[in-house]
């Protein structure tokens, strides 16, 4: 059984897709054991306490610079086999990328490597492909390390940029069309032990 923590800062639909996955049973050999959060107002929270999860907060502003040292150590003490970064707009702790190698996912709407790394996030992200004018757009599921939007890619999925699309309009249709379906299955791959990596980069293994 893969013990699943999900780190999560905002609100949270990634996580919510994540948890009606598992609880229709389409997460296989999952246990999602615990939410983490930096904020403690985070509606992510709100969610994981609906369902029964573990809610942690490690308050990124009132902890300052003691924040990394409690980060790892709350994570540490659940020993989990798989972390899910969903919404948590921090640099991941370069210790915690060397720690859980290959065991550290994230979800970045756009198709990597367009449009990602340093300041993209958010909105921004939607901005910035709509000032490009790509008709084409998306999401990427990787492995975390200690570059943004680096690590071995998982799963991409595409999706249509349209005439008269706003940033908010893309961000919607990039999570229900992209997001929302990759994250689970990402996270049911590796639960069933199909991502191998290797020379940076990841294939899926036969069922
Ligand atoms: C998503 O757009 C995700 O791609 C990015 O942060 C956002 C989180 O949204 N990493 P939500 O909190 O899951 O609704």
Redesign the pocket.
């Known amino acids: 059984m893969l013990k699943v923590g999900v780190l999560?800062?905002?609100?949270?639909?990634?996580?919510q897709a994540i948890i009606d996955r598992y609880e229709a049973g389409g997460l296989g050999e999952v246990e999602l054991s615990f939410v983490l959060s930096d904020k403690p107002g985070a509606y992510?929270l709100e969610r994981a306490k609906k369902h029964g999860i573990e809610q942690i907060v490690v308050d990124k502003k009132a902890l300052s610079d003691r924040f990394e040292e409690e980060l790892i150590k709350e994570i540490d003490a659940r020993e989990p086999g798989l972390l899910v970064?969903?919404?948590l707009?921090i640099m991941i702790p370069a210790e915690l990328c060397r720690k859980y190698k290959n065991r550290i996912i994230?979800?970045?709407?756009s198709l990597i490597p367009s449009f990602c790394g340093r300041g993209y996030?958010?909105l921004r992200v939607h901005e910035a492909v709509l000032k490009k004018g790509v008709k084409v757009t998306g999401?990427t599921v990787h492995f975390v390390d200690e570059i943004y939007d680096n690590g071995p890619i998982i799963l991409q999925r595409a999706v249509e940029v349209k005439e008269g699309d706003t940033p908010e309009v893309l961000?919607r249709r990039?999570?229900e069309e992209a997001?929302w379906q990759i994250l689970p299955e990402a996270v049911r791959l590796i639960g069933e032990g199909r991502i191998a990596v290797e020379d940076g980069r990841t294939r899926i293994l036969p069922g």
Do not use: D, K, R, S
Request: charge should be negative.
């Open positions: 999560a800062g905002g609100g949270g639909t990634n996580l992510a970064l969903a919404g707009m994230n979800i970045h709407p996030y958010g999401a961000q990039v999570m997001e």
